[in-house]
């Protein structure tokens, strides 16, 4: 009884063997099969994190660019405002400009006026003629004088090209050269413009010429 009991044993182990033998490819499959699934997903996590990076890179430096952009804008635009305010305050400086310009003639000629009127001042009604003037002509100078507009002074200044304009050269040896000796006609600053610059002759030595001196010489030669 008992061999028989061993023996039904041994069949149902040899079974059992025989079953795990005939699925074992199938585990095998399996294993692979998990293996695989398990790779895939490890590349395709590597996969997603690259991506991910390259996103983050990307909207980072789009980022920048527009950080660029808006800094330019903003230096743009307060450059453009200095240049606003600039140009608002010159017109605030400079508006009357081309007024004040065509008043300089009918200033030059009150100052005219005045000058020749002094030579009838024996008579009463030329004394008259030059005091109104006169005073009309102060009066214009405190007018225009609230608009920054102010005479050059030229007469026994030296010359100076962006204030003066030379019309002729005198030959002076008691002052210096390049000196303003005469003033043709009066110049006016507007603030810290020239509107008109000023007509004037300027100073130079005298030449003396060296052939004077050899005729002389020669001169003196003959006679001995």
Known sequence: MKHKDKKKTNEA??????????HEPELQAAEEAAGSIAAGAAE?????????GNLKANLEEELQ??????????????????????????????????LLYELLPVI???????????????????????????????EFFRVIDKFGLSPIEASGKMF????????TQVERDDIDENMVVEEFRKGYMLREKVLRP???????????????????LTLNTDTK
């Open 13 to 22: 182990l040899t079974e059992e063997n025989s079953s795990a033998e005939a």
């Open 44 to 52: 395709n996590a590597a996969a997603a994190d690259a991506e991910a």
């Open 65 to 98: 660019q527009e950080n660029d952009k808006y800094l330019r804008l903003y230096a743009e635009f307060e450059n453009y405002k200095k240049r606003v305010a600039r140009d608002k305050e010159e017109l605030i400086k400079y508006g009357n400009e081309a």
């Open 108 to 138: 030059d000629n009150l100052e005219m006026a005045v000058k020749h009127s002094s030579n009838d001042a024996s008579s009463a009604s030329g004394g008259g003629l030059a005091q109104g003037v006169e005073i009309t002509l102060k």
């Open 160 to 167: 100076d090209p962006s204030l003066h304009h030379a019309m």
């Open 198 to 216: 000023s007509l004037v002759a300027v100073s130079k030595k005298t030449v003396r010429s060296d052939s004077v001196g050899e005729e002389t």
